[in-house]
T-cell receptor
């Protein structure tokens, strides 16, 4: 069955420190992979996406993610975290399902706190 | 350009009542999907609609229904509300039904069932 695992429920980093959020997926075919960010009470904003090609993907707000097929991982990174990055981050896998429809399967999320 | 708009932003309902949530996709987008996000969890897929037809349904009871109109806007209906239906309901639009590249989410409707 398709699934997404985000092993870290909460992460706290100091402002200016580097960040890595982990994501592992299970999907039978070539996956479409996404990272979204959600601020409190808000909807989801797309940070970046991967569907083919270069395995290192650049996104908005200085984020990047690396697709590693052998590890079924799609970890999100940022070299220097800003206080405004505090939010909840969701990894998702998308694809075609039987019946001809598409959907996203989300992980449970990682809540990021940033200390000044 | 307007993004995905959802209404209302918040509402409170009593158990057993019915609720209708609305979504207007990005102009030109033909597909609308609905997701439920319970507090502390990731969003869960409810429905995908394309060209006014249901194309996919998640693991939700028949109390949940939806429809899409000729202008591609959509409604999500939930009957006989339960406390467990309290959640943020998110609408996502995409250009085509199999457009894995371009989901855009609205800000959601926060439903509280008391």
């Amino acid at each position: 069955a398709q699934s997404v695992t985000q092993p870290d429920i909460h992460i706290t980093v100091s402002e200016g420190a580097s960040l890595e959020l982990r994501c592992n997926y299970s999907y039978g075919a070539t996956p479409y992979l996404f990272w979204y960010v959600q601020s409190p009470g808000q909807g989801l904003q797309l940070l970046l996406k991967y569907f083919s090609g270069d395995t290192l993907v650049q996104g908005i707000k200085g984020f990047e993610a690396e697709f590693k097929r052998s590890q079924s991982s799609f970890n999100l990174r940022k070299p220097s975290v800003h206080w405004s990055d505090a939010a909840e981050y969701f990894c998702a896998v998308g694809g075609r399902f039987s019946g001809g429809y598409n959907k996203l399967i989300f992980g449970a999320g990682t809540r990021l706190a940033v200390h000044p | 350009d307007a993004g995905v708009t959802q209404s209302p932003t918040h509402l409170i309902k009593t158990r057993g009542q019915h609720v209708t949530l609305r979504c207007s996709p990005i102009s030109g987008h033909k597909s609308v999907s609905w997701y439920q996000q319970v507090l502390g969890q990731g969003p869960q897929f409810i429905f995908q609609y394309y060209e006014k037809e249901e194309r996919g349904r998640g693991n939700f009871p028949d109390r949940f229904s939806a429809r899409q109109f000729p202008n591609y806007s959509s409604e999500l209906n939930v009957n006989a509300l339960l406390l467990g239906d309290s959640a943020l309901y998110l609408c996502a639009s995409s250009l085509e039904v199999d457009d894995n590249y371009g989901y855009t989410f609205g800000s959601g409707t926060r439903l509280t069932v008391v």
